[in-house]
């Protein structure tokens, strides 16, 4: 069965601390993964994208790695900010027949505290 | 463009009444998704478009769920008959499809849905 998997659940952490999420999946054929921030309210903002062969990813103060041998992701927050406080969802795309599909994790909810 | 709008941002209704959402897409995007957001999950998909296609649905669109997109740029989201389980956010994303598969999903802020 096609899942991914984020933990922990919910985090909290000092302001200008680091903290790294992390993304299991056993979906397959693989085609892509991403990570999203999504604020309270609104809707999810794409952070990273990264295909089979790339193992590290960054986007300013978001480095994102992926290892497709143990379908483990994980996402490093670095030198956190108060804005960062969002749930971040681990997002992976899989080919299935003529369309690519996504399965979606629960999210990691982040508390950035001052 | 100003990215993905979504409207209304939040509606109210009572059991058994319709509702409608509208989605503008980027404009060049050619792909139009609607997704279903409880508190504390993901995102559920729901439906896409590619152009004026509805490509595909998810079982989680009941009969009481109908979704267009008849000219290809904006699309409507409606639900008959609203149940207190309809209570939710809406979200819609565009993407520019690219034969890579890595298309980039842009969300719109979202509607939420209360039925009372």
């Known amino acids: 069965k096609n899942q991914v998997e984020q933990s922990p659940q919910s985090l909290i952490i000092l302001e200008g601390k680091n903290c790294t999420l992390q993304c299991n999946y056993t979906v397959s054929p693989f085609s892509n993964l991403r990570w999203y921030k999504q604020d309270t309210g609104r809707g999810p903002v794409s952070l990273t994208i990264m295909t089979f062969s790339e193992n590290t990813k960054s986007n300013g103060r978001y480095t994102a790695t992926l290892d497709a041998d143990t379908k483990q992701s994980s996402l490093h927050i670095t030198a956190s900010q108060l804005s960062d406080s969002a749930s971040y969802i681990c997002v992976v795309s899989y080919n299935a027949g003529n369309n690519r599909k996504l399965i979606w994790g629960l999210g990691t909810s982040l508390a950035v505290n001052p | 463009d100003t990215g993905v709008s979504q409207d209304p941002r939040h509606k109210i209704t009572k059991r058994g009444q319709n509702v409608t959402f509208r989605c503008d897409p980027i404009?060049?995007?050619?792909?139009l998704y609607w997704y279903r957001q409880t508190l504390g999950q993901g995102p559920e998909f729901l439906t896409y478009f590619q152009n004026e296609a509805q490509l595909e649905k998810s079982r989680l669109l009941s009969d009481r769920f109908s979704a267009e997109r008849p000219k290809g740029s904006f699309s409507t989201l409606e639900i008959q008959r609203t149940e207190q389980g309809d209570s939710a956010m809406y979200l819609c994303?565009?993407?520019?499809?690219?034969?890579?598969?890595?298309?980039?999903?842009?969300f719109g802020a979202g509607s939420r849905l209360t039925v009372l």
């Open positions: 404009s060049e995007h050619n792909r």
């Open positions: 994303a565009s993407s520019q499809d690219r034969a890579s598969g890595a298309n980039v999903l842009t």
